[in-house]
């Protein structure tokens, strides 16, 4: 299986992850705020060593694509081309509302019949949005969303959807129904691409590395970006 790196620097967190076979065999992370183009070469540079130790090398870069911050995801992708670019490895992009998912479906039974609603925060009411079901599979378009009291009244009735991200705490006290739920502090990390960058590593779902670019929050408008990102 290959080894790869993730990076993820679409919010105040910034955290990279080297994953083998599914697991995740190094990882650091700093949530102290955006500190990213100080902190992320730093982390990458312990991560190497750890390979050269265990005599291994990289297979690819993984990178979050957006939905986020304009530094953080330029400091992260201009860092993943770089990297790609010097050592002739492919680049993937995951999407951070994807990346959310993992962690929050982590949290929930298993059991029980739910969605998943994972939120970046835009400006005043407006967030964007990715449902997912359990499999942490995409079921509609991901979406720029002004949130009112009525706000995803048709999925609501069908079932529990669980709210997250920082797009999710806004919308507390605006969304009242029964099944509307939220999940507190989940934030995007590294070792939460690993499932969908092996996945697509395996699909050869890869980017151009000279043209490829993430969402930033400002560009992310277009149905054919809606449904690249993921």
Aim: glycine letters at 6%; one cysteine or more.
């Amino acid at each position: 299986m290959p080894i790869i790196l993730n990076i993820e620097t679409s919010t105040n967190v910034c955290s990279i992850a080297l994953s083998e076979n599914g697991n995740c065999i190094f990882s650091k992370v700093n949530a102290d705020g955006l500190n990213h183009a100080k902190l992320l070469s730093l982390f990458i540079e312990e991560a190497l060593t750890f390979l050269k130790e265990q005599n291994a090398t990289l297979d690819a870069v993984a990178v979050s694509a957006g939905p986020g911050s304009y530094t953080g995801l330029r400091i992260g992708v201009s860092t993943a081309k770089g990297l790609c670019y010097g050592l002739g490895i492919p680049l993937i992009s995951v999407s951070t509302l994807a990346i959310m998912s993992i962690s929050a479906s982590q949290q929930l039974n298993s059991d029980e019949d739910y969605l998943l609603c994972s939120m970046i925060d835009a400006r005043r009411m407006e967030v964007y949005v990715a449902f997912l079901n359990k499999k942490n599979e995409l079921i509609k378009d991901i979406s720029a969303d002004i949130i009112d009291g009525n706000s995803y009244h048709d999925l609501l009735t069908k079932q529990p959807i669980y709210f997250f991200g920082n797009g999710a705490e806004k919308c507390k006290e605006v969304l009242m129904h029964a099944n509307a739920r939220f999940l507190d502090d989940i934030v995007p990390l590294a070792e939460n691409m690993i499932p969908f960058s092996e996945k697509y590593f395996s699909e050869n779902k890869v980017e151009d590395v000279a043209y490829f670019e993430p969402f930033y929050l400002k560009e992310f408008q277009t149905t054919q970006q809606k449904k690249n990102c993921f």
